[in-house]
């Protein structure tokens, strides 16, 4: 019985071409979000953005803070306005909470109903998400969370599509994306006062983190590649 030819996975110009409509009208939003901060950069100062987080309804605002990033919606500029509009301990908190309803909504919806379709979708795409070994499931779990560049949304959800059980993407996940959200908090927060002190403190937290966050790279990625 002969075995039939294994496919070789799509090259990179085979998925940017197959993804150009989406990449066009992503080019397409950056730049007329880029024309429009453009023509209004007069009136994105810090005045502008302290008035608009402070009005903010609360009951409104914690509502979208939870639903919008399980829809798309950037998180982090929920959690600046969230360091706006509570303040540095408050904005925590809010976003303490929403980072964990996110996780939990996100591994229900993973493995509910639109589980299987999404894995046979992402299969016939080239895009199989393979089985994480046992012990690399918390490592891989961290180094998912860490990497910058994958929007919140894709990497909450493909993560709940793997095999990865709920205890590691949830006590894994969510202290370091709450550790993480220190920053745009911060930043969201020192709006309220350029106080230097505060600066400075944001300024070292940030490179703590980026220096955590190549410390687990470097630990993990070698001993993750190749674990399915």
């Known amino acids: 019985m002969s075995n039939s030819p294994s496919i070789p996975p799509p090259t990179l110009r085979e998925r940017l071409r197959r993804h150009r409509g989406k990449i066009v009208l992503f080019l397409t939003a950056i730049s007329l979000a880029g024309w429009f901060a453009y023509m209004h950069r007069a009136e994105l100062n810090r005045e502008t953005l302290l008035v608009y987080g402070e009005k903010l309804p609360a009951g409104a605002f914690a509502a979208a803070f939870l639903i919008l990033p399980l829809l798309g919606c950037p998180l982090s500029i929920f959690l600046i306005l969230a360091g706006v509009r509570f303040g540095f301990g408050g904005g925590m908190a809010a976003s303490s909470v929403a980072i964990i ?12 109903w639109f589980r299987d379709p999404v894995r046979r979708w992402l299969d016939r795409a080239g895009y199989a998400i393979p089985p994480i070994q046992h012990k690399h499931r918390s490592g891989f779990t961290a180094l998912t969370a860490i990497v ?11 993560l709940a599509l793997t095999d990865i059980p709920f205890r590691n993407y949830f006590w894994v996940g969510v202290p370091i994306y709450i550790l993480f959200s220190l920053i745009p908090v911060g930043t ?4 309220m006062s350029f106080d230097p002190t505060w600066i400075s403190i944001l300024i070292g937290i940030a490179t ?8 687990l790279r470097r630990r993990y990625a070698g001993k993750l590649e190749g674990s399915g």
């Open 188 to 191: 969201g927060a020192a709006l």
């Open 101 to 112: 309803f996110h996780h939990l909504a996100a591994f229900r919806i993973a493995h509910g």
């Open 148 to 158: 910058r560049g994958p929007p919140f949304l894709v990497k909450l959800y493909l």
């Open 208 to 215: 703590a983190l980026m220096l955590a966050g190549f410390w």
